[in-house]
């Protein structure tokens, strides 16, 4: 046991002696991303500013990816006695690059301890350089997007168009049909055509106002992308909301002579913050109120009252639960019960705790079997 202690002691002074370095924060600027379409042979120069070089840390400047090979620098690291912080990157692109697609070169800047026998956590930063390779023939790039709104509103419908081919396009548009839930097709729009170059982005921004469809509820687009023959698709899914908050859920069955927990669940349907919501419900002549809440933009929460059923009898009883928010109620009519007392439940929680006894009273009786023992041994 002494020496146990001895060589934990030896250790702790150990670690006391050896230095620690704590890094100030790595950087890199400018932080934005950069993109490149591919050329053969294609040369590109970027200034960069690196962040974090201390007394005791410097900064190791180096490029990692596919490319990795293609970038130069013009120092390979930065520190305190540095004119500047700011260094240079040099990218040449080869000939060719075989595969299609994007790929990506990372400027990054890692920090280093520059004291010897130092413990020291080590942070990195990154700058992505995107380049993409063009792909044969026809080809196109898109994205697809839609705004959520409330009843009313417009719905800005978005699309991204770039040619990514190696073929310049005659004609793109694009049709995009708007579905209800139940699948349905209720309106179709159409962008105006136009030719695409190659390498060349378009933007399409499409309006409808909201109160052309069929209220509230979820909905479905689809963007169908022609261009010179061929087609793209995409889907998007959106919803259109009214100020309403749902009851979904509460709970059902109560110990008698107890006061029980009162959880109701629900859900906005509104595409806007709600704020000041709170739950009375009322069972016979006993009435009681949650706290309020705020609810965010479509979503779900529990809210918790209290029910006391000190002079309630066993049985069914009806629940009135109303919501009241924004000068608007919303009310649920529902059957509860109240029992003499709950069975025990044997949740997956309940089944841990007694493992965890049983095995704290098996540690216990092992403990004290060894040490009867030992004292029967000394005797």
């Given at each position: 046991?002494?020496?146990?202690?001895?060589?934990?002691?030896?250790?702790l002074l150990f670690s006391l002696a050896i230095p620690s370095v704590t890094n100030a924060a790595i950087g890199i600027s400018p932080g934005d991303q950069?993109?490149?379409n591919f050329q053969p042979g294609l040369e590109k120069d970027f200034s960069f500013k690196a962040f974090g070089v201390t007394e005791t840390t410097k900064i190791k400047i180096f490029s990692e990816?596919?490319?990795?090979?293609?970038?130069?620098?013009?120092?390979?690291?930065?520190?305190q006695t540095s004119s500047t912080h700011i260094f240079n990157a040099h990218i040449r692109l080869p000939e060719k690059i075989e595969k299609p697609g994007e790929h990506i070169i990372y400027i990054s800047v890692q920090s280093v301890s520059s004291l010897q026998g130092t413990i020291a956590t080590s942070e990195k930063a990154q700058i992505p350089v995107h380049i993409f390779v063009p792909f044969p023939g026809k080809y196109i790039e898109a994205t697809f997007n839609i705004n959520d709104v409330n009843l009313g509103e417009n719905l800005q419908f978005s699309l991204n168009i770039i040619n990514r081919g190696t073929q310049a396009l005659n004609e793109v548009y694009t049709v995009i049909d708007i579905f209800e839930s139940s699948g349905?097709?209720?309106k179709t729009l159409e962008t105006t055509k136009i030719p695409?170059?190659?390498?060349?982005e378009q933007k399409f921004n499409l309006i409808l106002n909201s109160s052309e469809l069929r209220g509230q509820g979820p909905y479905k687009s689809v963007a169908t992308i022609f261009f010179d023959g061929e087609t793209k698709n995409l889907e998007e899914e959106f919803r259109v909301g009214v100020l309403n908050v749902n009851?979904?859920?509460h709970t059902q069955i109560f110990e008698k002579d107890k006061i029980n927990i009162f959880d109701v669940v629900i859900e906005s349907v509104w595409n806007s913050k709600i704020n000041n919501v709170f739950a009375k419900v009322r069972i016979e002549n006993t009435e009681f109120q949650t706290p309020s809440v705020e609810l965010?933009?479509?979503?779900?929460?529990?809210?918790?009252?209290?029910?006391?059923?000190?002079?309630f009898e066993e049985g069914i009883y009806t629940a009135n639960i109303t919501l009241f928010y924004e000068k608007i109620t919303t009310t649920k009519i529902s059957q509860i019960e109240i029992v003499k007392k709950l069975k025990?439940?044997?949740?997956?929680?309940?089944?841990?705790i007694l493992i965890i006894v049983i095995i704290i009273i098996i540690d216990i009786l092992w403990l004290l079997v060894k040490k009867k023992k030992k004292n029967n041994e000394k005797d």
């Open positions: 046991m002494k020496k146990e202690v001895i060589v934990l002691f030896i250790l950069i993109y490149l990816g596919e490319l990795n090979s293609s970038t130069t620098f013009d120092v390979s690291e930065i520190n349905n097709k209720l695409l170059q190659k390498e060349q009851i979904l859920n965010s933009p479509w979503e779900r929460k529990t809210i918790r009252g209290f029910f006391d059923t000190t002079n025990f439940d044997f949740n997956l929680t309940t089944i841990l």
